[in-house]
């Protein structure tokens, strides 16, 4: 960072950490013993999709990738669109299996990454709910290689604050967390977190 930068307050941008992902299965056990919110197994990738044969290439890389042990019993991963143009893969396993799904999540993101579409990843997100049938998302920012949580009240779009800045609070030693609230972007219609 220059002179010029610190005079006007510009700062380099945080560099993505993917290996921040591999922190989730330790902070979900901080949030089983603290709050009761468990994996569902859930877990997804959201993207900007890019016109183009190579970008369908990787995608289909992905897929495949993600896909290949379907034959043993894996289910197959779930491509889809929202309402605001952005793409989303769902990865799905059994909620004991949340190394497994973060290593999906893991490779979804460094395979784009390593084909050059590292900027067109947007966030991922693993769910948990908790006895009550509350859902919570750890949402990963891949451009700002932080987390923050996400927790929706029931059947609305609109976010419970108070448990966010809870949780929020609970893994600050275990993941990675976003300072600027400003970020933590409501995630409508993110696949597996309604699921």
Known sequence: MGFLDALFGRSKPVK???????GIPSAALTLQAATG???????SVCFAAVEGGAFAEVQQQVRALLDADTERGGT?????????????????????ELPDLVNDLHAVNSELEANG????????IVAFRDPEGRS?????????GTFYPLCKLPGQEKRNNPLEIEVS???RNDLRIEPDLSRWFPVWGAPGLDD
């Open 76 to 96: 197959p991963v779930e491509a889809s669109r929202d309402d605001y143009g952005y793409s989303w893969l769902l990865a799905r396993h059994t909620p004991e």
């Open 169 to 171: 609070n609970l893994l």
């Open 16 to 22: 993505p950490d993917l290996d921040q992902l591999f």
């Open 117 to 124: 579409f590292g900027p067109q990843l947007l966030c991922s």
């Open 136 to 144: 919570l998302g750890l949402v990963y920012l891949y451009k700002r």
């Open 37 to 43: 919110f468990l994996p569902t197994g859930l877990g």
